[in-house]
């Protein structure tokens, strides 16, 4: 058996929690982002117009075929350029002791998961059946709020779980932030064990978290899913016997 300092786990507990709330903002962040990218790219490939469609897509194929640790890499040297170059814009002064590196951060996660949700975008829109387009039609809908009205609603039902997925990673993805020196919760672990090199200890203490908050978001998000599931059912019996 491990000769661990279990006084030690018990006692960095509170520590490594601490770093929570910015591993959390971090994800919410990026999150949010990697969303609002993956709802505009998906309009477009979804679109009609060809080039924008293959524009989009090679630009996803490219963030994808990128690993993320280089993405990360590649914002942190490039932030700073950017931060200079706005330095008087809108009262914003840069300051080089400063480096808005959380926003880099952001904005690496944001571009390599948007590029993978965007598929769920897509294949979620496509997963709706083509007699919910025809039910629209038939109880006097413009093809505009047939689809926000009933067809949107019905591919985020069916986005939920892969969405679930995809923060559930991100979230875990976060850890990687240290490299750009965010201080999410597995640096602040791993700084809290840097006296005693108690590194085991306190990323077992990371872990049990990550798990927690993690399983957590999955049973929130699944109940959540039965009951909007629930709702949408109980439309699209509303909608049938008009349209039929």
Not at 42 to 55: D, E, K, N
Request: charged fraction near 10%.
């Amino acid at each position: 058996m491990m000769d661990l300092d279990y006084d030690f786990m018990i006692s960095d507990l509170p520590t490594v929690v601490a770093g929570l709330p910015k591993t959390l903002m971090l994800t919410f962040w990026s999150m949010l982002f990697a969303m609002a990218m993956a709802v505009v790219f998906g309009g477009l490939i979804l679109s009609r117009i060809a080039i924008l469609r293959q524009s989009v897509i090679i630009i996803n194929t490219f963030i994808k075929g990128v690993p993320l640790t280089v993405q990360l890499l590649f914002c942190y040297y490039a932030v700073p350029y950017i931060a200079k170059s706005f330095n008087g814009f809108l009262g914003y002064q840069y300051d080089p002791r400063h480096i808005p590196y959380f926003a880099a951060a952001v904005f690496a996660l944001a571009a390599n998961f948007g590029a993978y949700i965007t598929d769920v975008v897509v294949s979620s829109m496509h997963a709706v059946d083509r007699g919910q387009y025809e039910a629209a039609d038939a109880i006097g809908m413009t093809k505009f709020q047939g689809i926000t009205h009933l067809i949107i609603p019905q591919a985020a039902v069916i986005s939920i779980p892969s969405m679930t997925n995809y923060f559930i990673w991100l979230l875990k993805g976060t850890a990687l932030a240290s490299i750009v020196n965010v201080v999410e919760m597995l640096t602040t672990a791993k700084i809290s064990a840097a006296d005693g090199y108690q590194y085991l200890e306190a990323y077992i203490d990371a872990a049990v978290i990550y798990w927690a908050v993690c399983a957590g978001i999955e049973f929130a998000m699944g109940r959540f899913e039965h009951r909007i599931g629930f709702f949408m059912r109980q439309s699209e019996r509303t909608i049938t016997p008009i349209s039929s």
